[in-house]
């Protein structure tokens, strides 16, 4: 049985519920919206986030019709994220595929992104919990901060640990703190089981985006975006910023900062690549995936009874860490 079949098999009936939930969503008869949300529904991803909702209401008690609201609702303001990020990132590309501001234009993209937005909305609302309501409106604030203060950190000169994981909290990390959350409050859960999936949804998120981070490092085309394409978006991740706080290269050190600024040439990206690469820079940042992990397992071991959404969860931690793309 692959990891997938696993992470799915405690709910595997449910998740088809959501998918028809969620592709109801992206219907619209109007030409272009309807061309555009095509396009969307065309390439989603696997899921994961919704999975994670459904895996974690479903361990605190039963997937109710809130729960799948809300998993629809995060969704698609998930996808609503990506959308405008592609736009402030000015990326060609999601998933390996056209960006719908490739494919059309800014302009379409961001009106499209809002329409998401709303569907969000629209959609939480059903799950007539106030709760539920707050916590996703307050993680469209807490992601749109954190796109800011990468923005912000592009400018300023220190390589630091804190800010990355400052920003990861406010970006990935947040969106997997939500989808445990929202699970535990659908289901009922008290307060201290929400705040421990909350807490395990975090590392989970952590574990997510160092993984991302570390396939720039990598020149295999089927991840879906070029070598170094971080660093032309004037962003180091933290393999890169490990191995400068650690050998304080000079020269680096220079090159990096030429990198923030986005004035960095091709090659010069290259040899910082190279550099981190050579100089451990991978080796650490798969290590601290392993220490998240260990903190993510013990949520498992003390609030997960039922064996085989344990067997899913941990499923999903490995699918998280040993992902290709």
Do not use: W
């Not at 996808?79 to 000015?90: F, K, N, Q, R």
Request: proline share 1%; hydrophobic share 40%.
């Amino acid at each position: 049985m692959d990891s997938l079949t696993t992470i799915i098999k405690p709910i595997e009936h449910e998740l088809g519920i959501f998918a028809d939930l969620f592709n109801q969503s992206l219907n619209h008869t109007d030409g272009l919206l309807k061309q555009v949300l095509e396009h969307i529904r065309q390439r989603t991803g696997k899921r994961m986030r919704p999975i994670l909702i459904l895996l974690i209401a479903k361990n605190f008690g039963r997937i109710s019709n809130v729960a799948q609201y809300a998993a629809v609702g995060l969704e698609l303001l998930h996808t609503a994220s990506l959308v405008h990020d592609d736009v402030v990132d000015e990326s060609a590309e999601r998933r390996g595929q056209a960006s719908v501001n490739a494919s059309f234009n800014n302009q379409v993209a961001v009106l499209v992104g809002d329409y998401l937005l709303s569907s969000a909305l629209l959609n939480v609302a059903h799950t007539e919990n106030v709760t539920i309501v707050k916590e996703l409106s307050e993680l469209g604030r807490t992601l749109a901060s954190g796109e800011l203060l990468q923005l912000s950190n592009i400018e300023d000169h220190r390589i630091s640990e804190d800010t990355y994981y400052k920003v990861i909290n406010q970006k990935t990390a947040a969106l997997f703190e939500s989808c445990c959350s929202i699970g535990a409050l659908s289901s009922g859960a008290d307060e201290d089981a929400i705040n421990a999936a909350r807490n395990f949804g975090r590392d989970l998120g952590i574990i997510f985006q160092i993984r991302d981070d570390i396939f720039d490092y990598s020149a295999s085309d089927d991840i879906g975006k070029p070598t170094g394409n971080d660093m032309l978006e004037g962003k180091l991740t933290l393999p890169a910023i490990y191995v400068l706080n650690k050998f304080q290269d000079k020269e680096m050190i220079e090159l990096a900062a030429n990198v923030k600024q986005r004035k960095a040439t091709l090659e010069e990206i290259n040899r910082l690549v190279d550099y981190t690469v050579k100089n451990g820079g991978i080796e650490y940042a798969e290590q601290r995936m392993l220490d998240f992990k260990h903190e993510a397992q013990s949520f498992i071991h003390k609030y997960v009874k039922d064996s085989v959404i344990a067997d899913a969860l941990n499923a999903y931690l490995d699918y998280v860490i040993n992902r290709k793309k």
